[in-house]
């Protein structure tokens, strides 16, 4: 089976530039999230959609960040315009639905690292 | 207080020790925890799941107190590839209908010769 697919691995960009990260959710997964992990921290849940829905999004700052997941599939999240404390890894993660991931946890992408200068 | 609390670390421990890491937990409604590895620049990895029976799994043992809601991870004869660090999870309850999951800070362990 397939994994968690996510790109670009590793983006740099100056401060007030906008960037946009892809995933690809397991195949069937009918959830999925987008996680921001600051260094030295735990990841933080930013938005959670159940197909092409958004379930929770209490912690996306939505002045600056946006996800969309337009076919129920894959999703993309932007951020514009990015500030210094931006800098993190972004994970998503998926699972075959929101009550399975009671059971059974999540299964995370390699994420992407994004530094902000 | 945070949704879930863990000891930051580091553990530095010689291989074949026994180590155990904590994690409490504010939500006395969750239902589901677990335990995650992550690897230096990887990805969360779940290691196990915790019952309320608690579990074990080969070398690793996990506790869960409901009524101190309190969280264990027991490594028993460590080795160098257990070098990582441990992330506790907890179902943070549902919001929309929907399960979520919390994510403690991680306790780092190092295993050294």
């Known amino acids: 089976e397939a994994g968690v697919a996510q790109s670009p691995r590793y983006k740099i960009i100056e401060k007030r530039q906008s960037v946009a990260f892809w995933c690809n959710p397991i195949s069937g997964h009918a959830t999925l999230y987008w996680y921001q992990q600051i260094l030295g921290q735990g990841p933080k849940l930013l938005i959670q959609f159940q197909n092409n829905g958004v379930v929770d999004d209490s912690q996306l700052p939505k002045d600056r960040f946006s996800a969309e997941r337009l076919k129920g599939v894959d999703s993309t999240l932007k951020i514009q315009p990015a500030k210094l404390e931006d800098s993190a890894v972004y994970l998503c993660?998926?699972?075959?639905?929101?009550?399975?991931?009671?059971?059974?946890?999540?299964?995370f992408g390699s994420g992407t690292r994004l530094t902000v200068v | 207080r945070k949704e879930v609390e863990q000891d930051p670390g580091p553990f530095n421990v010689p291989e074949g020790a026994t180590v155990a890491f904590n994690c409490t937990y504010s939500n006395s409604a969750s239902q589901s925890f677990f335990w995650y590895r992550q690897d230096c620049r990887k990805e969360p990895k779940l290691l196990m799941s915790?019952?309320?029976s608690g579990n074990e799994d080969g070398r690793f043992t996990a506790q869960l107190n409901r009524a101190s809601q309190y969280i264990s991870l027991l490594i028993r004869d460590s080795k160098l590839s257990d070098s990582a660090t441990y992330l506790c999870?907890?179902?943070?309850?549902?919001?929309?209908?929907?399960?979520?999951?919390?994510f403690g800070a991680g306790t780092r362990l190092a295993v050294h010769p």
């Open positions: 993660a998926s699972s075959p639905g929101a009550d399975t991931s009671h059971n059974y946890g999540y299964t």
């Open positions: 999870v907890v179902n943070g309850g549902v919001s929309g209908g929907y399960n979520k999951l919390i």
């Open positions: 915790v019952y309320s």
